[in-house]
Every structure is written in structure tokens, then in C-alpha cells.
């Protein structure tokens, strides 16, 4: 197998997001347009003419150049049009050309690299019935659907861009100020190109008490941004919102993943997860 590293104005566009579609671990993180937002500079291991890539987020961190994931990017990894070994994942991993990283695999790359750890993330599989989907989930789950319900929560899915900014301003004060415009420019493209929703959801008194960002690409519903005001938590408003994708997409050739709300929000309505690998050297430690 013959592994190119290519910077990124060097990758044909159209053939990258080929393999990316094409691939049975294809996600919406690895694709070039999301990639073009997030990263500051990434280059690629490209081989056998697009059929296996592997793409490189640049940055540098005290002075070295680092591999490492971009705000807003949760897994990347080889991806592949055809069936990857293990073999293959190794190969490329070989072929990195930096000492430092902080990288984490999708779940379907098994890494045989020593220095790693385990990340794991809430998957909601929409192929079930609803009833069926309910049926799992846990107690707390239950519990908080009923509070949904009681309390009238509705939601709906073509929130105002503006809206939604303002809100995610008013009550999410961790997003640095760079991710912050970066998010809203993604959040822009995506919604008038891509198939992309804004969810928010209104108490009883028509009050916005949450939203939620998700990118519908390789069947999968990726929650990429979710923020709640206080009201939003004490009446579940980001829980309604999983409730009512749930209930709208049952019977359907979708999962959900919750990569960056797992703990708070992908734990509660499923027990599977994605396992995924991280790799981390040099001064990719710290990052972490």
C-alpha cells in the first residue's frame, strides 16, 4: 500500500469525501468541509488513490507540531471504501510524521499501538420501534420522560441561526471566543447546505430553555452543540429534544451519537456505546 502525506490544499476534494461517504465508519467529523472549519491546518495519509485516508489536524503546542482534535471534533481515524484490517489501521499509524499527538480513533479502528486509552460514547440505534426504544431505556430515562411530558415541553427543529447564537451566548460561557465564531459559521453552512437541524425547545410558558446542533450525514444524527439555561436543566429541555428526534425518527436507518453529551444526555436513553481508542505522545499529554 502505497501512504501519500498531502497537505490540504493538496487533497482532491471530491475524491477525500468520496471515500468519506463511502465508508462503513464514515462520519461527518472527517469530512473536508468540516474539517476546512475546525481546523486551523491539517494534512493527510492518503493511499491507494482516495480508497484509504486518515486525516492530520495540525496545531502547534509549546512550539511543536502536534496532531491533535479541533474543538468541535470528537473521532477521526483511517476511514476506507473497502473492508479495514487492523493491518491497515497499524500501517497508516506508522506513516504519522510527528512525535506528538493527542488523536482519537473511531470506533471501528482496533489500534494496536501500546500508549492508549479508552473513550467511550452513548449510541441510540432508531431502527426499533419506538415502543422498543423506550423499552430500553433506563429508570432515570423514564423518569425524565415523564417529567417531559407533564411539564409540556415542545420542541421544534428550524430554530432562527441568530436564536439559537444568542441563547448559546446567554448561557454557555465555556466556548472560547474563536470556537465560538467558528461554530457559527459551521453552524451557518451547514444549515443551508447540509442536512442539518436547530432544535429548541419552549416550556409552557413559550420560553426557550434549550437548543441542541445536529448534522445528518453517513446515517447517523451527530449531536454537535447543545446548551440548556438553568430553567432549560430543571425541566430537562435538552432530554425533551432527544425524546422528540426519538419519537420522529423511529423505524429508521438512523442512529444517534453523543460524543461530546454522553454522561448527561446519551446515557439515558441507551446502554450501547461506541468504544474508541486515543492515542497520546509527546506533548499531546498536555492537552488532555
Not at 474563536?178 to 459551521?186: A, D, E, G, T, Y
Not at 447517523?220 to 425533551?240: N, P, W
Request: hydrophobic content about 40%; overall charge positive.
Amino acid at each position: 500500500m502505497e501512504i501519500q502525506l498531502l497537505k490540504s490544499h493538496q487533497i482532491d476534494r471530491d475524491k477525500w469525501d468520496a471515500c468519506i461517504r463511502a465508508a462503513s465508519n464514515g462520519t461527518v467529523y472527517a469530512y473536508s468541509w468540516y474539517l476546512e472549519y475546525m481546523a486551523s491546518e491539517w494534512e493527510a495519509l492518503v493511499a491507494d488513490d482516495y480508497h484509504v485516508v486518515m486525516p492530520l489536524p495540525i496545531k502547534k503546542v509549546y512550539g511543536f507540531r502536534t496532531v491533535i482534535m479541533p474543538a468541535f471534533v470528537s473521532v477521526l481515524g483511517v476511514f476506507s471504501s473497502d473492508i479495514l484490517s487492523p493491518k491497515v489501521v497499524d500501517e497508516m499509524i506508522a506513516h504519522i510524521p510527528y512525535r506528538h499527538l493527542s488523536y482519537v480513533f473511531n470506533a471501528y479502528n482496533k489500534v494496536g499501538e501500546n500508549k492508549k486509552e479508552t473513550f467511550r460514547y452513548s449510541v441510540i440505534d432508531l431502527i426499533p420501534s419506538i415502543d422498543n426504544i423506550l423499552n430500553n431505556v433506563s429508570s432515570d430515562g423514564q423518569r425524565i420522560i415523564a417529567n417531559v411530558e407533564r411539564n409540556n415541553i415542545s420542541v421544534i427543529r428550524s430554530l432562527n441561526i441568530q436564536n439559537y447564537m444568542v441563547f448559546r451566548d446567554q448561557h454557555d460561557k465555556q466556548t472560547k471566543a474563536k470556537q465560538r465564531v467558528v461554530l457559527q459559521q459551521l453552524v451557518s453552512f451547514s444549515v443551508r447546505y447540509k442536512s442539518a437541524g436547530l432544535y429548541g425547545a419552549y416550556d409552557k410558558f413559550n420560553e426557550l430553555i434549550a437548543v441542541a446542533f445536529l448534522i445528518k450525514t453517513n446515517n447517523t444524527l451527530f449531536l454537535i452543540d447543545a446548551v440548556s439555561s438553568h430553567q432549560g436543566r430543571a425541566e430537562y429541555g435538552l432530554h425533551a429534544i432527544i425524546y422528540h428526534i426519538i419519537r420522529n425518527n423511529a423505524e429508521s436507518n438512523l442512529t444517534i451519537e453523543f460524543p461530546f453529551h454522553s454522561k448527561e444526555l446519551g446515557h439515558y436513553f441507551s446502554k450501547t456505546e461506541h468504544e474508541c481508542q486515543r492515542i497520546v505522545k509527546g506533548v499531546g499529554w498536555l492537552t488532555r
